[in-house]
């Protein structure tokens, strides 16, 4: 237990002390030693906690709700001022609604209800835990290098970046407070920390675009809040307990009744996970520095979301209407969004919409509720944790060096940054090829989809994960492309980028290849808990043991051919004749014409407004009909009781 | 075990030398088709041998990594295929190998290779949906997705998913490269684009290209095999008439049509994926 606090609290301390430390040189100091703490720390707490089947701690806490409240309240009147502030009324409305009503709530019946557990630890705890102490503090390490680069382009403006380093691992603090709260309405305090945190990381750069998208933020995060209260409530009255736990077990004595809660529960994880048609959000996010969009999709915010909807997997399912309205909105959100990213050209914004599909699939593994999709599903968030942080962190140094966040401009990466391109290159290949992690999950998603017989998912993971090979590879192969002439620019990239980058290409690879112990003694372990009886991996061994020997192969192939070959260099083939230099030829009448390549964008049939627009209209839908038939059994519900 | 290892063996010594002669009685029947003589069977082999005789280049120092895996996961693929492992283990090492194609044709950042490469990748995107709901269908109706299983079921499962049969005859002339679909690279001299993603592979690394080719084809002819596999003899049989009457009939569509666009391309092999495909799934799905 004193490490979970440790983990909880000791980020928040650091933060204040950033708050305070100016210079530049205390920052890096004070952000070194804090993130080496909070990865040991993690690594620790792992090791602590990850034999056992799972520990609750009482934690007796009155005095602890009554801080959470007074600080709820404290907050809230925040919001409604800035709204007001910046004629964001339907931010302060939100929080003028949900605050009250969790107050009533609290004094009125929650104290009622004896809380026998606050806090748990179980192994997917211990996961999260891991994946913000380790991938989190890697991106604070990575924007003390960032932010000075950022500053300096921004020279003009005020040093705001103790302010950012505060939020940074403020952030850190209540994402390990989320994942280990048995107390729904302790999670919901930390929750509404991590949505207050994102909106000030969005808001960082204070133009009128960022404060914007960081009020739509805010809007949609504090929507999904609203869900969470409502949740709460129907939880405390009808069913008389505040416990995560309890709620589960309700689950196989009351069947389908505990999906009423949960339906709202995940309401509010689908917000937060940037489900359509909630995406756009997150999209909005791309305004603020890179670090930043890392955090969000990678090891916080938007996986606390997914956390929810993957907690609450056993009470969902095909067959209530909770569990129809999830996996319905997670898949109809993972096809959508991945046809949109075809037509961007924004790095970012391919990034940002290859993370809101991905969600989808962990959403729509929640939804399925089986012990294999649920599988895939953690799976899925350790995958994406790691190499979508990767991914971000590269465009960001490229972006710096470069000048440009746009596809198009990275022609000839190879040549201009050949460390950041071939990052990047394996971080691409993470994200869809075998015998990466990704696609092992999407493989055992695929599978769980199948047997868990609703064929419409099925379809959409054939079609979406085409549509997903052909979004990265048309990237993969601008990074690849020999550009003749370029000049090698990475000589400025800081220390501290490559090393963070170094980390994470190593994890990426070493996660794969270690995948089937993780598999063996994390999540089946954590399966057999939670769902009873003997769970197994969805894939057999034989074909993990395939994926690595795969994998082998490919690290040996590359170690032994890559860029060895001793062949003669010839120059390339153009229509005309090659002048020599591989990019200009000699058109007609013996003019010297220069060439230039673009990326395919097919933007008549995946157009990214009209992807929004279907995919928005379809989940809409889905969670008009799925809240409306819990509101509706609710009412039945108590129209009989009374 | 024993017989695994002897048919992966048999797949990587015959593959090779069955698809050669299919390609040239392909070329054989083209020309008959066109009223020529045509070349002498085993011209594909001659030509793949001299294809090795030649100097040794590369535009770029990469580019032999990129082939060698390659060939390694697409010849990969074909072996576990033919060692009875997962069918979708099979297609997800088959797109590694394709993707590797692919990139190296980027790799070289020639406009012609570019352009191929970009098709090659529209192409994929076009037959994979296919390709994974075949592999759904033939779990769904077996109730497994290794290959060990397939070939030995009580029932055939041509009929029940005679949809899915149709849908994978027809995304199977994007993957031989067949027109009206060879929009990336093309056997035939007279289109606007002809080696396309293969423009900037010469001497030993385009022979080796081609070889690839007759494993592939091999391996995908397997898939139709599948479909007849009932446990006796004459399922045998059958699949292997079938699947010479369809790699035939590719040709014959090949000699038949001019290329297409790539909008009808892409958008009639979702479709036919969407139409075929997910409703032979919705009944097998109701029915089994």
Known sequence: MGTITFLIIFPMIIAFVLLAARSDKARDMIVYIATAVIAAGSIVCAIQYFGSAGEYFPVHGEVVGYLMMAIEIGLAVYIIYTGIKHKKYLASLLALVQTPLMIWFELSHGHEIEVQYNMYIDRLSVIMILIIGIIGSLICVYALGYMKDFQHHHAGEKDRRPWFFFVMFLFLGAMVGLVTSNNMIWMYFFWEITSLSSFWLIGYTRTGEAINNSFRALIMNLLGGLGFVIGIIILGTIFGTLELSTMLVYGSIYGDLVAIPAAFFAFAGITKAAQMPFNSWLLGAMVAPTPTSALLHSSTMVKAGVFMIIKLAPVLGISNFAGLMVMMVGGITFLFASCAAISQNNAKRVLAYSTIANLGLIVACGGVGTPEAVWAGIMLIIFHAITKSLLFLCVGTAEHHIGSRMIEDMDGLFVRMPKVAMFMIIGIAGMFLAPFGMLISKWATMTSFVDSGNFILVGIICFGSAVTAFYWLKWMGKLSAVVANEENVEQSVHKSETFVHVTLTILTVVVCLIFPLISMYGLVPYLEGVFGGIATGLLSSSNMIIMVIMLAVLVLLAAMFFGKSKKEQVPIYLAGVNKGDNRTYYGSMQKEVQFSLRNWHMESIFGEHRMNVIGDVLTVACLVIGIGAVIATLISLLGGVA | ?288
Not at chain 2, 184 to 199: C, D, F, K, N, Y
Request: proline share 3%.
């Open chain 2, 1 to 288: 075990m024993v017989i695994k290892v002897i048919s992966v063996i048999a797949y990587l010594v015959l593959a090779p030398i069955v698809g050669c002669i299919l390609a040239g009685l392909d070329r054989k029947v083209s020309a008959k088709m066109q009223r020529r003589v045509g070349p002498p069977i085993l011209q594909p082999y001659y030509d793949v041998r001299k294809l090795f005789e030649k100097e040794k280049m590369a535009p770029t120092r990469y580019q032999d990594f990129y082939i060698i895996a390659y060939l390694v996961f697409l010849i990969g693929a074909g072996a576990i295929f033919f060692a009875g492992g997962d069918l979708l283990l099979v297609i997800f090492t088959e797109t590694i190998g394709a993707a590797f194609l692919v990139i190296a044709a980027y790799s070289s950042n020639s406009p012609y290779a570019e352009v191929g490469a970009e098709r090659e990748l529209l192409q994929m995107m076009a037959y994979e949906p296919m390709m994974l709901l075949t592999a759904v269908g033939f779990y769904m109706f077996h109730g497994s997705f290794t290959v060990d299983d397939l070939v030995k079921p009580d029932t055939m499962a041509f009929l029940p998913m005679i949809g899915l049969f149709i849908g994978f005859i027809y995304i199977l002339t994007i993957k031989f490269r067949k027109s009206p679909f060879d929009l990336s690279m093309s056997h035939h001299a007279h289109q606007e684009l002809v080696r396309g993603v293969t423009t900037e592979f010469v001497g030993r690394t385009m022979g080796w290209i081609e070889v690839s080719h007759w494993y592939e084809n091999i391996f995908l002819l397997g898939f139709i095999f599948l479909f007849f596999c009932n446990g006796t003899v004459w399922g045998c049989v059958i699949g292997a008439l079938v699947c010479i009457a369809a790699y035939f009939l590719e040709v014959f569509i090949d000699n038949s049509f001019a290329r297409m666009k790539w909008q009808f391309a892409f958008k009639s092999a979702w479709i036919v994926a969407i139409v075929l495909g997910m409703v032979n799934i919705f009944i097998l799905q109701l029915v089994f």
